[in-house]
């Protein structure tokens, strides 16, 4: 089992930007798929973006431009970028490893992001 711990959510205006960091309690950036998840009050979690061990990103189409996935190999996180952030954007993020079977892990706490004026 690998342990999840997301930070970096906050309070932003419309159009402002946060960076999200994953940090997991194992090794596992370089090996799998991770993604970072998102769901908002009443919805269902949502996939955001993904990014291989090979460093290849995917994005859902609402945050394509705005957001960037990215791994840190110095700190070993998994980042999230966001920029342009809009109300929509307001949700708990996750990450977790991504399979086409669904998230690897346990979920963890998640990190708050609230986009309002």
């Known amino acids: 089992q690998v342990q999840l711990v997301e930070s970096g959510g906050g309070l932003v205006q419309p159009g402002g930007s946060l960076r999200l960091s994953c940090a997991a309690s194992r090794s596992v950036f370089s090996i799998y798929t991770m993604g970072w998840y998102r769901q908002a009050p009443g919805k269902q979690r949502e996939l955001v973006a993904t990014i291989s061990n090979r460093g290849t990103t995917n994005y859902v189409d609402s945050v394509k431009g705005r957001f960037t996935i990215s791994r840190d190999n110095v700190k070993n996180t998994i980042d999230l970028q966001m920029n342009s952030l809009k109300p929509e954007d307001t949700a708990v993020y996750y990450c977790?490893?991504?399979?086409?079977?669904?998230?690897?892990?346990?979920w963890g706490q998640g990190t708050q992001v609230t986009v309002s004026s």
């Open positions: 977790n490893g991504y399979s086409t079977w669904g998230p690897m892990w346990a």
